[in-house]
């Protein structure tokens, strides 16, 4: 198996969905290292952080059911609006995106932490004298596409820079304080069973709250810089 980070906006796969794409994980790793790559998993295009694939096919196959039985444990970092619950936990299913709409919904379930939380004085909603913002923990515990992103919308807390179940007014504000837009979703730990032997892994990004290590390797932490730098209020 491979490790790696995945830098936001780069598409892990070729797709039909995004044609003007030209940045595929698969294709860069796979000339990186000199051989072939299975993906096990994804993560969306906006969101940074690890990603592992198989070498072949016996640890694809070994690595894809154990994310299948849910014995991958996945931790997520998230911008979000408002202030969010110190624990919630999400149990709402959802409809795939591309499901008639008929179609039954699919079981999905997240639990959520609030690591931090803020409000700045600068009105981004003129019906408001401030603007809430929570840092947030979120661990997913089935794999529905955008499950992070819709379970914290069902919850009223979206991601911020999320351009399809956000508030754009709102996403523009935080870009514009921030310089950056962008989908504030960091994919931080992985912990799974080797292919190999079963032996319990952690796969860690590197990401640090409230700090980043800087060796200059990641420009995606020095983006999380930018949040981790603003008046946090930790739990």
């Not at 290292?33 to 969306?44: F, K, M, T």
């Not at 190999?196 to 932490?221: F, N, Y």
Request: with cysteine; glycine share 6%.
């Amino acid at each position: 198996m491979v490790a790696l980070y995945k830098p936001a906006s780069w598409l892990v796969h070729r797709t039909g969905l995004d044609a003007g794409e030209t940045r595929f994980v698969v294709q860069a790793l796979r000339d990186q290292i000199g051989q072939h790559v299975y993906p096990v998993h994804r993560l969306d295009k906006g969101t940074c952080g690890v990603l592992v694939m198989a070498l072949h096919p016996a640890a694809a196959r070994a690595l894809a059911e154990a994310f299948a039985r849910h014995a991958v444990r996945k931790q997520y970092l998230a911008l979000v609006r408002g202030w969010a619950p110190l624990q919630a936990e999400v149990d709402h299913p959802l409809r795939p995106d591309d499901a008639p709409p008929h179609a039954p919904a699919q079981p999905a379930h997240t639990l959520v932490s609030r690591l931090a939380r803020l409000e700045l004085p600068e009105p981004s909603d003129p019906r408001f004298a401030g603007t809430r913002a929570s840092l947030v923990l979120a661990q997913p515990t089935t794999g529905r596409r955008h499950q992070i992103r819709r379970h914290l919308k069902h919850i009223a807390h979206p991601i911020i820079g999320d351009a399809t179940h956000g508030k754009g007014p709102l996403n523009r504000w935080w870009a514009e304080r921030l310089g950056l837009q962008r989908l504030w979703l960091h994919a931080w730990r992985l912990e799974l069973p080797h292919p190999q032997d079963g032996r319990r892994i952690t796969l860690d990004s590197g990401l640090r709250w409230p700090q980043v290590a800087h060796d200059g390797g990641i420009p995606s932490w020095l983006d999380w810089q930018r949040v981790f730098a603003l008046p946090w209020e930790e739990v």
